[in-house]
């Protein structure tokens, strides 16, 4: 039911910040956990930056201190701002939501992020 479609992706130099928006169809207002999560080709899929049901966020280690989260509930769009970008933040970005009643997982196709000069 639910539809996550993540955008903003392309290539950007190191040293730079990129803007990624996932759009979720529906109410947003459902999802009591959204998350931005990573994979490289050959690697695990890994957390960006993700809300908790108690409205804190967590971070993950490769990218802690270098990314923001936020949503905008009137236009259903969950962001997520990578700072400082280095080449090993090349890989494909997705945006992640969890119902916060039934614990249902969804997940958007992905947008690929390029660091390179």
């Known amino acids: 039911q639910v539809q996550l479609v993540e955008s903003g992706g392309g290539l950007v130099q190191p040293g730079g910040s990129l803007n990624l928006f996932c759009v979720v169809s529906?109410?947003?207002?459902?999802?009591?956990?959204m998350g931005w999560y990573r994979q490289a080709p050959g690697k695990q899929r890994e957390l960006v930056a993700a809300?908790?049901?108690?409205?804190?966020?967590v971070y993950g280690d490769s990218t802690k201190g270098r990314v923001t989260i936020a949503s905008e509930n009137a236009k259903n769009t969950f962001y997520l701002r990578l700072n400082n970008l280095k080449p090993e933040d090349t890989v494909v970005y997705y945006c992640?939501?969890?119902?916060?009643?039934?614990?249902?997982?969804?997940w958007g196709q992905g947008t690929q992020v390029t660091v390179s000069s």
């Open positions: 809300t908790t049901n108690l409205g804190r966020t």
């Open positions: 529906g109410s947003m207002f459902d999802l009591g956990r």
């Open positions: 992640r939501g969890v119902d916060r009643f039934n614990d249902e997982e969804y």
